[in-house]
């Protein structure tokens, strides 16, 4: 299946080299709207909450693990 993506996954670190490809992450209104409130209570910024919490995620992602709602 490799052969059928054209695009290959790079990991942009910050302050190197910007992204070519702005992305868009879309969120329901409820999430964002938490987003919002832990950042305005943490002064930290919601681009880098969000960071953290897929860093956070994907560090404990188990494979094979499909417990689709």
């Known amino acids: 299946m490799k ?3 054209k695009d290959s996954f790079k990991i ?3 302050g ?3 992204s070519d490809k702005r992305g868009v992450i879309r ?3 409820t ?3 938490r ?3 832990l950042s305005k209570d943490t ?3 919601i681009c880098r909450i969000v960071d953290q919490c897929v860093a956070f995620a994907l560090e ?3 494979e094979g693990c499909d417990d689709a709602e």
């Open 3 to 5: 052969d059928t993506y």
């Open 12 to 14: 942009i670190a910050p």
């Open 16 to 18: 190197l080299k910007d």
């Open 27 to 29: 969120i329901p209104p």
């Open 31 to 33: 999430t964002y709207d």
């Open 35 to 37: 987003l919002a409130a």
């Open 43 to 45: 002064g930290v910024s």
């Open 60 to 62: 404990r992602y188990e």
